[in-house]
Nanobody, 125 residues
C-alpha cells in the first residue's frame, strides 16, 4: 500500500515563504511523476506544480509561476514545493499525489492515483 504524507503547511503573512514536503512509501517513486494540487473552499482542485520522474520536466500553474519551485529527491522518495511571495489567494489545502502510470507526466488530477491527506496553507494579508 502506498502512503503519502505532506508536511510544511502553516500560517504565514503575505510576502512570506513556505516549503512543503511530501514523502511517499510503498512505491518506487523514481519511476513516477509527482504533483502538488490545492483546493480552496468553494473552488475546484487545481494542479499547482508537477514534476516528471527524473526532475527534467516541470509544470507550474500560471497563478504560481515565478513564485514556486518543485523539486524531488528520488533517493529520499521525497518531493518539495518551495513557495515564495505568498499571497492570500494561495490559501488552500495542498495535496501531494503520485502519478498513476510509469513514466507518464501530466497536470491532470486523474493521472494521479495516490494522494496525501493534505496540509493547510493560510496566508494572511
Amino acid at each position: 500500500q502506498v502512503q503519502v504524507v505532506e508536511s510544511g503547511g502553516g500560517l504565514v503573512q503575505a510576502g512570506g515563504s513556505l516549503r512543503l514536503s511530501c514523502t511517499a512509501s510503498g512505491r518506487t517513486l523514481s519511476l513516477y511523476a509527482m504533483g502538488w494540487f490545492r483546493q480552496a473552499p468553494g473552488k475546484e482542485r487545481e494542479c499547482v506544480a508537477a514534476i516528471n520522474w527524473s526532475g527534467s520536466s516541470t509544470y507550474y500553474a500560471d497563478s504560481v509561476k515565478g513564485r514556486s519551485t518543485i523539486s524531488r529527491d528520488n533517493a529520499k522518495n521525497t518531493v518539495y514545493l518551495q513557495m515564495n511571495s505568498l499571497k492570500p489567494e494561495d490559501t488552500a489545502v495542498y495535496y501531494c499525489a503520485v502519478g498513476r502510470f510509469v513514466g507518464r507526466f501530466s497536470s491532470l488530477w486523474n493521472e494521479y492515483d495516490y494522494w496525501g491527506q493534505g496540509t493547510q496553507v493560510t496566508v494572511s494579508s
